[in-house]
């Protein structure tokens, strides 16, 4: 009886064995990594055409426009306005004839306020976000 119950346990065994071998391979697999969120691809398209989100850290509409796109809007180019602010790059603001916040650059065009991932994907020429 105990030969049989340790036989059993044995082959129980070595098919969890075998099943975390699998499992382990398939997790290093990049087969099965998430892809980037629609959010980070539209981050990486803003980046890559040289966009640019103008603001100010006190300002409520630029933290509402960088909660659009959640984990990935510290990945976006912002240009600190506030004369004050960390990295502040207050003179090319006032270079570029930024008046509002947010104020987007996007092919050479400034878009003052906050705009939806919708229209960025349309003012910057990439496919709109899939409905869900």
Request: charged share 10%.
């Amino acid at each position: 009886m105990i030969q049989v119950l340790t036989e059993g346990l044995y082959a129980h065994l070595t098919g969890l064995a075998a099943l975390a071998t699998v499992l382990a391979a398939c997790a290093s697999s990049s087969a099965i990594s998430p892809s980037p969120s629609y959010e980070a691809q539209l981050v990486e398209h803003l980046n890559q055409t040289n966009s640019v989100m103008y603001g100010a850290y006190w300002c409520p509409h630029c933290a509402d426009q960088k909660a659009l796109f959640k984990e990935a809007a510290s990945q976006l180019t912002y240009v600190e306005c506030a004369a004050d602010g960390q990295n502040s790059q207050f003179q090319l603001c006032q270079d570029q004839g930024i008046k509002g916040y947010p104020t987007w650059e996007i092919g050479g065009q400034l878009y003052p306020g906050v705009k939806s991932l919708e229209e960025l994907s349309r003012l910057s020429n990439y496919p709109s976000p899939p409905t869900p």
